[in-house]
């Protein structure tokens, strides 16, 4: 498969928990925030969004978090399956700036059955 | 509804060659932005095409370029290729540009140089 990040933070967490996977992101004139999912061998896979005027967005089983103050973006989610395990990265996208994502570095989740 | 394909998936060359890559987007889909993904770097963005016409540059030399066609299909070529562009090379396709709303990103193509 895919090496999506040699040296990327991991986060182990056990079947059935909460996860919570953190980014720090760069630009502060960023008005819209996503999270994608890349599983070995293939492409980023959008998991959800949300824009700078809400501090919290729900989707099926995960949730995100905006705090603008300090430039922070998490997600959670919730009971955590097998399946979830890949590599998470946030990514930023601001006016004027089209189409162009900025992404972080990202983040390997391993769950353990 | 079919979803963005990259071809190739791999593909080998040698230093000094160059390389063309093709990315087809969603159906409907008018923008499409190419990524660069290598382990020391991260995902970085290269370029994004809307209606055949260039929209926004990453910061990479000039040896990498790309262009769109009418259907938005769009390729990406890399000249004089160096060992440090050993990468997966990912294609976005989303609805229209100005906002990068639900891109949805191709399995890439994996560029090996040696």
């Known amino acids: 498969g895919e090496s999506v990040g040699l040296h990327l933070p991991t986060l182990s967490v056990q079947e059935g928990d909460n996860s919570i996977i953190n980014c720090a992101y760069s630009?502060?004139?960023?008005?819209?925030f996503i999270w994608y999912k890349q599983e070995s061998g293939k492409g980023p896979q959008f998991i959800i969004d949300?824009?700078?005027?809400?501090d919290k967005r729900q989707g099926q089983r995960v949730t995100v978090l905006l705090n603008k103050t300090v430039k922070h973006l998490s997600l959670q989610i919730a009971a955590t399956q097998p399946g979830d395990s890949a590599v998470y990265f946030c990514a930023e996208n601001g006016d004027n700036q089209g189409g162009k994502l900025i992404f972080g570095q990202g983040t390997e989740l391993s769950v353990k059955p | 509804k079919a979803g963005v394909t990259q071809t190739p998936r791999y593909l080998i060359k040698t230093r000094g060659q160059q390389v063309t890559l093709s990315c087809s987007p969603i159906?409907?889909?008018?923008?499409v932005s190419w990524y660069q993904q290598t382990p020391g770097q991260g995902l970085q963005f290269l370029f994004e095409?809307?209606?055949?016409?260039?929209?926004n540059k990453g910061n990479f030399p000039g040896r990498f370029s790309g262009r769109q066609f009418s259907n938005s299909r769009s390729e990406m070529n890399v000249s004089t290729l160096e060992l440090g562009d050993s990468a997966l090379y990912l294609c976005?396709?989303?609805?229209?540009?100005?906002?990068?709303?639900?891109?949805?990103f191709g399995q890439g193509t994996r560029l090996t140089v040696v």
């Open positions: 949300i824009r700078s005027n809400m």
């Open positions: 095409y809307f209606s055949e016409t260039q929209r």
């Open positions: 159906s409907g889909h008018r923008s």
């Open positions: 976005a396709s989303s609805l229209a540009s100005g906002r990068a709303t639900e891109a949805f």
């Open positions: 630009n502060s004139a960023s008005d819209y």
